[in-house]
């Protein structure tokens, strides 16, 4: 078994002239002469086998040695030189697959950066009528700032895909969408077909992840979505992460993994996510299970979801209410900050990662502690309540 070390600890010697206590940093002086030389040097020979001296007895004067009592330390600094101690996510040689990304401001983005940060080469798949607008602010520079990684290179992207993730085949794409103009230039962007073309291009992945979701109704209340807005939900939000699943796990090698993105409203009511949304993310969420064992038996592939907390993209701020939901949970989780799109695209490094090897068919909850919560207390029934707030 290999020694392991705590990380971020370190032992060293104290320097000649730290401060000690009095009564433990008293020196001495002595003077080593010829005669008391070769009686030391003769006890080193015996004791360590050494058979040559030569750098050690060239003739010198007597001269003071000053020794104080060593002492060790712990230090919490690190050498910023040294690779860093402990347990490194380490996606080197890895190649991970995005789908969903279309900015760079929401969770997908987020993750394909933790990923790239930890060594992944990066393939995205974006929506077809978002692709020209992305791929162009890539050309342009307007990523830059944001696809700046810890050690200041930039992340780079491999190959963009345009993904439309509703439709499984081109036999599966209505005639109102293969001649709509927002369509017009792209090809081969069906679930299928983007799964043939990694597979032409690269061969085979390692990482799957599924960034995204729909739900056309999604600011009606339940008893007001219709069928075809619910289904569309549950079609865009969950049955897709089935098909990319289905579709990528032929060309992934084994002991790779995949994991999506759910919320808390799956198990909690949150007033306003509506359209089918909620039942889309359950829906996700159970599928997760059932999906980690057939993948895993028959494909040696980890499947896990990540449940976030509310952030501030473009996507989220179309439901309408994201605001509030940020200011609720500043109010109400046990850690009172916001949540940062690189905290869940770190915890996706490592589900991905080997240091997660056994964990699959869970879902991992990054909201700050906030599912935790059976109640809000910013509610003014608990104004006479002692109630902890960070300050």
Known sequence: MAATATPGTHVASMKPGAALRRSHAKPCVAFLGAERREASWAKLASSSHISSRDSLSRKRAPEPVAFRNAVTRAMASVNESRPLPGLPVDLRGKRAFIAGVADDNGYGWAIAKSLAAAGAEILVGTWVPALNIFES?????????????????????????????????????????????RYAGSSKWTVQEVAESVKQDFGSIDILVHSLANGPEVTKPLLETSRNGYLAAISASSYSFVSLLRHFVPIMNPGGASISLTYIASERIIPGYGGGMSSAKAALESDTKVLAFEAGRKHKVRVNTISAGPLRSRAAKAIGFIDMMIDYSLEN??????????????AAAFLVSPLASAITGTVLYVDNGLNAMGVGVDSPIFENLDIPKSK
Do not use: H
């Open 333 to 346: 989780a046990p850690l009172q900050k916001e949540l940062s799109a690189e905290e869940v695209g770190n």
């Open 137 to 181: 602010s890539l050309r342009r520079g307007k990523f830059d700032e944001s696809r700046v990684l810890p050690d200041g290179s930039l992340m780079e992207i491999s190959k963009v895909y345009p993904l439309d993730a509703v439709f499984d085949s081109l036999e599966d794409v209505p005639e109102d969408i293969r001649t709509n103009k």
